[in-house]
């Protein structure tokens, strides 16, 4: 029952025009439970999607790729989350921004805005530039303001510890994942991966995007994560419904103690890294976000939740306590709702199902 009244929620909401193409990945930490695909890769389209779909994930890079790569680097000792960035970025300096730290970056509360003021530069030295000398929109630690700005900064800062392209990082985390895959699985294209693919579900490119004027098949949406070739800390990650649900059944099970989960995904680095901010008022964690009520998860996920979600309108949730994950993917952004009314399936998905 409860997998019918949630792939009801997602059938209206295609019938709706919120989203073309939704795909789902339900499990436990012992596998999946839930598979399914409804819609069709477009409004128009006669094609439809199927499980082994992909996705630009957006947002969903921040957990899944840039998170996993912090976790590696501290875990190596590369990287401590009390580094002040000024020790990794010269032109970071001011007696305003000198106390930022990396766990900053990833909490969401350096004082960075969420995106740039002016349009995106071209290459990363410009955008290293632009990020380190911006005005900060508020103190450092006072508050929590989501910021693209500070996972592009980490990648960047994470490239360079490791003397490795941030997508050459991430494609040797993921071979870790491999083993989580089901043999359904196994059978399909299930990998995480940077862009550009050469096919997924398409998105529209925003107004103030260059690429406007032409659908986006594989190429990433994110204007930001465009001019940096499809890889950045904080959107450029394609994948499917099952390979999101292979990567989140390796951090449950992290997050119920199992001690043989490969790292960096182990139960002692899991725990520090989703452990609720300090920071009055946030929710974020370090490079996830934690369970309100309010949220896009819904009411009736237990305490311990964490997850994510991204713009184009996909989603992850892990509910530890429950022993369950909730990977809801879709294309919002090829001409579909509003932001407000994806987050409202979003939450009745997750109630329905949870």
């Known amino acids: 029952m409860k997998q019918t009244a949630a792939r009801l929620v997602v059938a209206q909401a295609v019938s709706q025009r919120i989203f073309p193409a939704a795909a789902i990945d339900v499990g436990s930490s012992a596998g999946p439970l839930w598979s399914d695909a409804l819609g069709t890769t477009t409004f128009d389209s006669p094609n439809l999607?199927?499980?082994?779909t992909a996705f630009d994930l957006a947002s969903l890079t921040k957990p899944i790729a840039t998170t996993s790569i912090?976790?590696?680097?501290?875990?190596?000792?590369?990287?401590?989350?009390?580094?002040?960035?000024?020790?990794?970025?010269?032109?970071?300096?001011?007696?305003?921004?000198?106390?930022?730290?990396?766990?900053?970056?990833?909490?969401?509360?350096?004082?960075?805005?969420?995106?740039?003021?002016?349009?995106?530069?071209?290459?990363?030295?410009?955008f290293e530039h632009e990020i380190c000398t911006m005005p900060l929109e508020y103190a450092p630690r006072s508050r929590s303001v989501y910021s693209d700005l500070g996972f592009i900064l980490f990648a960047f800062l994470a490239a360079d510890r490791a003397g490795k392209p941030f997508d050459r990082l991430f494609d040797d985390l993921a071979g870790r994942i491999g083993s989580e895959r089901s043999a359904r699985d196994r059978t399909s294209d299930a990998s995480l991966r940077f862009g550009p693919i050469a096919d997924a579900a398409p998105t529209i490119p925003m107004a103030e995007d260059v690429r406007r004027g032409r659908m986006l098949v594989g190429e990433v949406h994110d204007n930001y994560a465009a001019a940096l070739g499809g890889v950045a800390?904080?959107?450029?990650?394609?994948?499917?419904?099952?390979?999101?649900?292979?990567?989140?059944?390796?951090?449950?099970?992290?997050?119920?103690?199992?001690?043989?989960?490969?790292?960096?995904?182990?139960?002692?680095?899991?725990?520090?890294?989703?452990?609720?901010?300090?920071?009055a008022g946030s929710s974020r964690a370090l490079g996830w976000d934690t369970m309100l009520p309010t949220?896009?998860?819904?009411?009736?996920?237990?305490?311990?939740?964490?997850?994510?979600?991204?713009?184009?309108?996909?989603?992850?949730?892990?509910?530890p306590e429950r022993d369950r994950y909730f990977v809801l993917l879709t294309n919002r952004a090829c001409g579909g709702g509003s932001l407000d009314q994806m987050r409202e399936v979003r939450r009745a998905f997750h109630d329905a199902v949870a």
Not at 49 to 52: G, I, K, N
Not at 90 to 119: K, M
Not at 297 to 305: D, I, K, Y
Request: glycine share 10%.
């Open 233 to 279: 800390g904080h959107a450029g990650l394609f994948g499917t419904a099952a390979a999101v649900g292979a990567f989140a059944r390796v951090v449950l099970r992290a997050s119920r103690g199992d001690n043989g989960v490969a790292p960096p995904w182990t139960p002692s680095m899991v725990a520090r890294f989703t452990a609720k901010s300090t920071v």
């Open 49 to 52: 999607v199927t499980v082994q």
């Open 295 to 319: 949220s896009s998860c819904g009411t009736r996920m237990s305490p311990s939740a964490f997850g994510h979600v991204g713009y184009t309108g996909t989603s992850l949730w892990i509910d």
């Open 70 to 126: 912090a976790m590696e680097l501290v875990g190596l000792g590369s990287v401590q989350l009390d580094d002040v960035v000024a020790a990794y970025f010269p032109e970071w300096s001011g007696a305003d921004r000198e106390s930022v730290t990396v766990r900053d970056l990833l909490e969401h509360t350096s004082g960075l805005p969420a995106r740039l003021l002016d349009r995106p530069p071209t290459q990363r030295r410009e």
